[in-house]
């Protein structure tokens, strides 16, 4: 069973290396469809996996200038207390009781179907926005509309470990459309770090993090993203993007019926 987890964290590395996909709409349902694992524990390992790997990541961006620090501590303050309060909802409910496992399952569907949203629309919204910047918020409104939208992010990421990715990338193309798909980018990463290392250790608290899954998935996912990165030029983003919005939609459905 170890060898298929490697190998799940490679394929889920390669995945995220071709598209930019955030790998919790992909690593969560997997680990829940393909091999089980209670929904509960699978979130946490995953938050655990995410963690790690967005350090790596914000690094990289940080050498190069593309994080918006102003727009990560907005988004901080509403997620980071989100975090932690719905983490203590869920110790307070029962974190891996079969009826809070089967809610954190809806979650995870609701937040895949997000996922594809943000996937196919992304592109459209950002054009739509440029070509009409009376429509883009301003001053208060703006800080106002970013620490809810940290608010909303930081309940969904600790529910179901997945909205970091495309629809905390979405979310930062609506309020903030000037920025550089590297700034959309590397402020997504940057902000996803602290989240999801709260979650995770909320997760820890809940006793839902299985450490042994944690390391077989980092030591496939490493080379995976690695290879995938060098390899996302090659391959027509479209194609992938479709692709894969079409298997999210296909595991959101699972995920329900």
Known sequence: MTVSYVVSGFAVGL??????????????????????????????TDLAFASVTKVAGTVAHRSRGTVRWDIVRLLSLGALPAAVATALALKYLGGISAEIGQVIRYSIAVSVL?????????????????????????????????????????????????????VGATILVLLYPRLTPAEVAGTDIAYAVPLTAIAALG??????????????????????????????????????????????????VKLIY
């Open 203 to 252: 997760h820890w608290w809940l006793g839902s993090i299985d450490w042994n899954l944690l390391g077989a998935l980092l030591l496939g996912s490493v080379p995976g993203i690695t290879l995938g990165s060098l390899a996302a030029r090659a391959v027509p983003e479209k194609f992938l993007r479709g692709l894969l919005a079409l298997t999210l939609t296909s595991v959101a």
């Open 15 to 44: 995945l995220v290396g071709l598209t930019g996909v955030g790998g919790g709409s992909l690593m969560t349902p997997i680990l829940t469809l393909l091999f089980g694992i209670h929904p509960s524990v699978a979130v946490g």
């Open 114 to 166: 997000l996922t594809v949203v943000a996937l196919l629309f992304k592109g459209k919204l950002q054009h739509w926005l440029n070509a009409h910047p009376e429509k883009h918020l301003q001053g208060r409104k703006l800080t106002a509309a970013t620490i809810f939208a940290g608010l909303v992010l930081g309940a969904l990421v600790t529910m179901s470990s997945i909205g970091a990715g495309a």
